[in-house]
């Protein structure tokens, strides 16, 4: 587990990072995400203590990188955003190298052909490492991050320099190593995020914008709770059928899309989720309900909206409970 504590980082008047605190529970990856000059990469470096903080604390596995470095380090895997290579070697004499240097005590051949396997570098093990592209100089990077089996793994734009099939395979192994380690992801690449992570943390002039899942931040920053659905049968009928759904503020049809197919825009009352009742009026009427979708906004448009606003700040889901009882209070 990774435990930030009111995390502050100063070069002279400037805070770079100014006194953030989230958690990453064991077997959750974490999205890390920020503009350039947000405090990102200083956040990810005091984590992994590459630079010291000006207070507060980054824990992992219950250690103070600050106070036990040496012991917080081990528990940590980390591909900085440029690979760590010693290119005049090869790949295979690179990581027996690194695992001489994390003094590992796993078994050395299955363990670095485990290693390889999962990175898909075997095939280059005995080539040099500047000769290789740009892509598998990245996956010897993650394979290095890997060595040792640390239960803590911090990647910073893992997949830059893949090609689509690259990348497809470097997030299902994303994904599989999130179920036995925790893994903070940074990525400039959004819809990976979205596919891989469990929750995303924005980061912003140096403190934490926003913290929660995708499809909560969606609905938090839009205060949009649309639905396009795409039906079959009578218009009329159709409109007038919607309009009942409880939590309904408004049904509008849009243009003919197929002979006898209408699209029709749905936007429900905040906290109403509307879905289960469009299909079952569809379903007594036997209309076909061809597709439907949110118009909730993208991570992307999340994103944007949050790094370039004026000081917006989306408190995660806990805060927002602690906010309720104090107005009940």
């Known amino acids: 587990m990774i435990e930030v504590r009111n995390l502050t980082k100063h070069y002279g008047d400037k805070h770079a990072v100014n006194d953030i605190s989230f958690t990453v529970e064991d077997g959750e990856i974490l999205g890390f995400l920020g503009p350039n000059g947000a405090g990102k990469s200083t956040t990810m470096n005091m984590l992994t203590g590459y630079i010291s903080s000006t207070s507060g604390q980054a824990l992992i596995n219950g ?16 591909l900085p955003e440029i690979p760590p290579l010693y290119v005049d070697m090869t790949v295979k004499s690179y990581l027996q190298y690194v695992y001489d240097l994390k003094k590992c005590k796993l078994p050395r051949r299955a363990h670095l052909n485990e290693v390889m396997n999962l990175t898909k570098v075997n095939d280059v093990q005995d080539r040099i490492i500047k000769n290789l592209s740009k892509g598998y100089k990245q996956r010897v990077g993650l394979a290095q991050a890997l060595i040792g089996n640390p239960p803590v793994l911090i990647l910073d734009e893992p997949t830059v320099g893949l090609d689509p099939k690259q990348i497809l395979e470097i997030r299902t192994l994303i994904k599989k190593l999130g179920k036995n380690h925790t893994v903070i992801l940074s990525s400039h690449i959004l819809s990976e995020i979205q596919a891989v992570c469990d929750r995303i943390i924005i980061i912003n002039h140096g403190v934490v914008a926003a913290h929660d899942t995708t499809d909560n931040l969606s609905r938090n920053v839009s205060n949009d709770h649309r639905i396009i659905a795409r039906i079959e049968g009578p218009r009329d009928e159709i409109v007038k059928a919607l309009r009942n759904i409880s939590g309904i503020k408004y049904v509008k049809a849009d243009m003919e899309r197929e002979p006898g197919v209408y699209e029709y825009e749905l936007e429900a009352t905040p906290g109403s989720d509307i879905r289960r009742e469009i299909f079952h009026i569809a379903a007594e009427h036997d209309w076909p309900l061809l597709s439907a979708r949110s118009a909730e906004m993208t991570l992307e448009d999340v994103f944007l909206k949050i790094t370039m606003g ?12 602690e906010a309720k009882k104090g107005e009940k209070a």
Not at 63 to 78: F, Q, R
Not at 310 to 321: F, K, L, R, S, T
């Open 310 to 321: 004026e000081g917006i700040v989306i408190p995660n889901a806990e805060d927002q409970a």
């Open 63 to 78: 250690v103070d990188i600050l106070e036990d470095p040496i012991k917080a380090k081990s528990y940590i895997g980390y």
